[in-house]
Nanobody, 124 residues
């Protein structure tokens, strides 16, 4: 059974760090770009970051550039999102998703499998 499971969310103070994980079971991520998306209360969902199937290409939304780093370990069938210098505006439910394509983009329409999400709350 195909499953994506996010983990690593939590409550941290501004300036803190979290590392999100997206683990897949039932299929291999090797041939798919993977994206991280987030949705804050009352706001539309947005693409945060993505990584190509090879891992050689990454993309970030402007608001997280220099603070977030996406990576993948195909041997572990897992994708990570390292989030540093977190801000209150990063508070959201974070979702990972599997793209139909090998190259990545931040539009939700390119992704057809989604995890259940993990809550990230940045607050003092």
């Amino acid at each position: 059974q195909l499953q994506l499971v996010e983990s690593g969310g939590g409550l941290v103070q501004p300036g803190g760090s979290l590392r999100l994980s997206c683990a897949a079971s039932g299929f291999t991520l090797d041939y798919h770009a993977i994206g991280w998306f987030r949705q804050a209360p009352g706001k539309e969902g947005e693409g945060v970051s993505c990584i190509s199937a090879s891992g050689g290409s990454t993309n970030y939304t402007d608001s997280v550039k220099g603070r977030f780093t996406i990576s993948r370990d195909n041997a572990e069938n897992t994708v990570y999102l390292q989030m540093n210098s977190l801000k209150p505006e990063d508070t959201a439910v974070y979702y990972c998703a599997v793209s139909r394509f090998t190259l990545c983009g931040l539009r939700m329409s390119g992704y057809n499998y989604w995890g259940q999400g993990t809550q990230v709350t940045i607050s003092s």
